[in-house]
């Protein structure tokens, strides 16, 4: 046998990852981590799947003799899977909306002020009022409705399962 490296796990988050370690470690089958150190690094680090996007899971490797010993290790710690290789976490397809949507009710309540120090410079107090009333509710109305939206995708997803498996 050679002493090729063989990736027998990836992690798709954290916990995987702690996971893992604990399991080869209590083996006593030593690896290589790739990609664990980069994950909080590059773009918005393990938001939102638990991993970062940019570089991919983190992945265990380890001697080709000592692979299947490490197959069996780290087997129970992936979900859905028979590989042995981590799926990373899918957020629901209502993350896409309630994403948007909280964003919103963050810009909803954070521009009256900004709209009350930039515009009182320029307009009188009435018009900076108005304009602080409607830079807030307009965002604040928008991110609920995405939100609802997005608990409306989950539920018609769930309802189109539940005809396909019928």
């Known amino acids: 046998m050679s002493d090729e490296l063989v990736t027998v796990f990836r992690a798709g988050d954290s916990t995987q990852v702690i996971m893992a370690k604990a399991a080869l470690d209590a083996e006593q089958i030593r ?7 980069v994950q909080d690094y590059i773009g918005w680090g393990r938001l939102p799947t638990g991993m970062n996007v940019v570089t991919g899971p983190t992945s ?7 692979a299947d010993r490490a197959r069996a290790a780290v087997k129970s710690i992936s979900r859905d899977s028979d590989d042995g ?3 990373p976490f899918v957020p629901p397809p209502s993350w896409y909306w309630q994403k948007r949507g909280l964003l919103l009710l963050g810009l909803g309540f954070m521009s009256p002020l900004l709209t009350l120090t930039v515009v009182s410079h320029f307009a009188s107090d009435r018009v900076t009022n108005a304009i ?4 807030a509710v307009v ?6 409705t995405l939100i609802g939206v997005g608990l409306r995708v989950d ?3 769930a309802r189109k399962r539940g005809s396909s498996a019928a």
């Open 85 to 87: 290789v981590a799926r």
């Open 132 to 135: 602080a009333v409607v830079c």
């Open 60 to 66: 265990f490797q380890v001697t080709a003799r000592d």
């Open 155 to 157: 539920a018609l997803q």
């Open 31 to 37: 690896y290589i981590v790739r990609g664990d150190l």
């Open 139 to 144: 965002p604040v109305i928008a991110g609920l």
